[in-house]
């Protein structure tokens, strides 16, 4: 999850004023994009969130069910499983699932990639909170903030558990909060 935290650290930034101030300009006039817009985009940037949520959730809770399972009978029907198990957890009827189990080959294809479906929304907050480090500080592009993240996280590798070195970055645990906050889900 610290690739995939990494890699969407970098697509906030994108999204930032200050980056589409410097990069998004019309390709005729080069004219820079006006603030109105740039108040649009981050709106439009949370349209469906509820319904990508919801959708992206049940995916994950049905992989953690189906690794759940200590054992299963040869005559064992996933799409049963899938249909009795999102109507116990109250699966709204108009959502369907982002991916279907078929979709989940490579969380159960090998143990070389051990991670759950769950590890992305994981990343998402893992991401969010890091992030927010980055606001906190005034300068999302701050260079101390930057510094800090390097040596605490990413230069670490496997050398030290994920949670310690988030830790040592942020001085505690995890908190979705900045995640909620960001997906529209809980008010700023």
């Not at 349209?47 to 299963?72: K, P, Q, R, V, W």
């Not at 009795?84 to 490579?106: C, D, N, S, T, V």
């Amino acid at each position: 999850s610290v690739v995939i935290t990494f890699i969407i650290l970098f697509f906030n930034a994108q999204s930032e004023p200050v980056v589409l101030k410097k990069h998004a300009k019309h390709y005729q006039t080069g004219e820079v994009v006006p603030d109105d817009l740039i108040k649009r985009f981050k709106a439009a940037e949370l349209f469906n969130e509820g319904f990508a949520t919801i959708e992206y959730t049940a995916c994950a809770m049905l992989d953690i069910a189906l690794h759940s399972l200590s054992a299963y009978d040869d005559d064992f029907d996933l799409a049963e499983f899938e249909k009795y198990y999102l109507k116990e957890q109250g699966m709204p009827q108009g959502i369907i699932m982002r991916h279907r189990p078929a979709h989940f080959l490579h969380l159960f294809a090998s143990s070389s990639y051990a991670s759950g479906y769950y590890v992305y929304m994981w990343a998402q907050v893992l991401d969010n909170d890091v992030f927010a480090a980055f606001e906190e500080s005034g300068d999302v592009f701050d260079a101390k903030t930057a510094e800090r993240c390097r040596n605490c996280i990413y230069s670490k590798g496997n050398t030290v558990a994920p949670q310690e070195l988030f830790k040592m970055f942020r001085g505690r645990d995890p908190d979705a909060t900045f995640m909620l906050k960001n997906s529209g889900l809980i008010p700023k």
